[in-house]
């Protein structure tokens, strides 16, 4: 089955902490991304990436890193610099790097910090 | 800042009945897209219209596409009580970066 795939599906993190949220895809899409989903809220951009080894900051990038060493994996580091980082993380990928592909989504992250 | 906005924030119906959500944008657009989420859950593609579209069907989903006025809406008809979930509608922007900009969402609930 081809499909994106997040883990772990619920994390816990003491503040001063970073965790990284593991996203893997073998839909061989070119581009993946992360959002942060908050109560009530829509999605919201942190990083993208078009290509292996770049990527860019999207429109909530501070206190996050980002790798993309292989096509397939995309992990998220949230680092002890956010400093609300209690929240759903969802993880896409697109087939191009075209804003008018479909975004295939992962199930997600919770994320709560202690 | 958020380029779509959904009306209503939530809307509560019956099963059978038709339930229409709405999208308004800023900026022009390429194309527009509906997505669905499940409580806890991704985001699952609907749906997408391009801006020279004016309307879309996909199974008991319609969408429409008002440039003129910027917006677009979401019909789901004969709803049944697994369509309650939230909807999103994200744009992109004519001229804009590689990137969808997601509404705020409408909650469905469909009760039985």
């Known amino acids: 089955d081809g499909g994106i795939t997040q883990s772990p599906k619920y994390l816990f993190r003491k503040e001063g902490q970073n965790v990284t949220l593991s996203c893997e895809q073998n839909?061989?899409?070119?581009?993946m991304y992360w959002y942060r989903q908050d109560p009530g809220q829509g999605l919201r951009l942190i990083y993208y990436s078009q290509i292996v080894n770049d990527f860019q900051k999207g429109d909530i990038a501070e206190g996050y890193s980002v790798s993309r060493e292989k096509k397939e994996s995309f992990p998220l580091t949230v680092t002890s610099a956010q400093k609300n980082p209690t929240a759903f993380y969802l993880c896409a990928s697109t087939k191009t790097s075209g804003r008018w592909d479909e975004q295939f989504f992962g199930p997600g992250t919770r994320l709560t910090v202690l | 800042s958020q380029q779509g906005e959904e009306d209503p924030q939530a809307l509560s119906i019956q099963e059978g009945e038709n339930a229409t959500m709405n999208c308004s944008y800023k900026t022009s657009i390429n194309n527009l897209q509906w997505y669905r989420q499940n409580s806890g859950r991704g985001l699952v593609h609907l749906i997408l219209?391009?801006?020279?579209?004016r309307e879309k069907h996909s199974g008991r989903l319609r969408v429409t596409l008002d440039t003129s006025k910027k917006s677009s809406s979401l019909l789901i008809t004969a709803s049944r009580a697994a369509d309650t979930a939230s909807y999103f509608c994200?744009?992109?922007?004519?001229?804009?970066?590689?990137?969808?900009?997601f509404g705020k969402g409408t909650k469905l609930t469909v009760n039985p």
């Open positions: 994200a744009t992109d922007a004519q001229g804009g970066s590689e990137k969808l900009v």
């Open positions: 839909l061989n899409h070119d581009a």
């Open positions: 219209i391009r801006s020279n579209e």
